[in-house]
């Protein structure tokens, strides 16, 4: 009985292998044809830039050497400068900005309050401080009550423009401490006044030039308000400043 029943499975495996053996095992693509016209033969390649393709080409900078990052930084602070001087409806500072402006002219409006106050050991600290509070806070306050307001731009952008338009009242104050050197009278606090009065009004409208299209028409003056009093309390510094 065993003999009978391994002699029908041996059978029925051999008809399988025969069965196998006569159907291929890609029966399905004997009817694919390759044209003449299609090449068939090339080589496969990853695609590797050539070594002589600049670091704007690529859009890499890892391989660029220091000194051309930093010259191309200083290039770009520079231009946003020269944009901040003579204002005018562009998108450079909103495009392209950075805090490298801000945080130097920052820096050089608190150095010089704080010339004023170097014998001193009572105001020395505060008025250091002072600045630092006054230019950071009151420009995040800004830029969040333009964001509330439905403004289009973004938070740091803000910050960009507010610390680039600094720059006016940065010469003024400059100004003024030379006006103090040569004289302190009257007549210097005149010409003090007029220029600090001057440089506030051109900070003022080259702020507004750059952020007053980013916010809604009928939003607008709620907007240059605070930039008003923003610039205004930093020319008041300037302004009495006495060393």
Not at 224 to 241: A, E, G, K, N, R
């Amino acid at each position: 009985m065993a003999a009978a029943v391994s002699e029908e499975a041996a059978m029925a495996a051999s008809g399988a292998a025969g069965e196998g053996a006569s159907k291929p095992l890609f029966a399905g693509l004997a009817d694919v044809s390759i044209s003449e016209d299609i090449p068939v033969e090339g080589e496969i390649t990853v695609p590797v830039g050539s070594a002589s393709s600049s670091p704007d080409e690529d859009g890499s900078t890892l391989d660029e050497p220091v000194k051309e990052t930093i010259m191309r930084d200083l290039k770009a602070v520079g231009k946003k400068f020269v944009h901040v001087m003579y204002p005018k409806k562009s998108s450079t500072l909103l495009r392209d900005w950075d805090l490298w402006g801000p945080l130097v002219l920052c820096v050089l409006l608190a150095l010089m309050l704080q010339g004023g106050a170097a014998d001193s050991t009572e105001d020395r600290g505060p008025q250091f401080a002072e600045v630092f509070v006054i230019i950071w806070f009151g420009a995040v306050v800004i830029t969040l009550n333009s964001k509330l307001l439905g403004g289009t731009i973004s938070f740091f952008q803000s910050l960009c423009v507010l610390g680039y338009c600094i720059l006016p009242l940065t010469v003024a104050l400059f100004v003024c401490r030379l006006v103090l050197i040569a004289s302190a009278g009257t007549a210097g606090f005149i010409v003090r006044l007029l220029v600090v009065t001057a440089m506030f009004g051109w900070s003022t409208l080259a702020s507004t030039a750059f952020l007053a299209d980013s916010q809604p028409p009928n939003r607008k003056a709620l907007v240059v308000y605070p930039i008003f009093l923003f610039y205004f309390v930093i020319s008041w510094m300037i302004l009495t400043f006495t060393p």
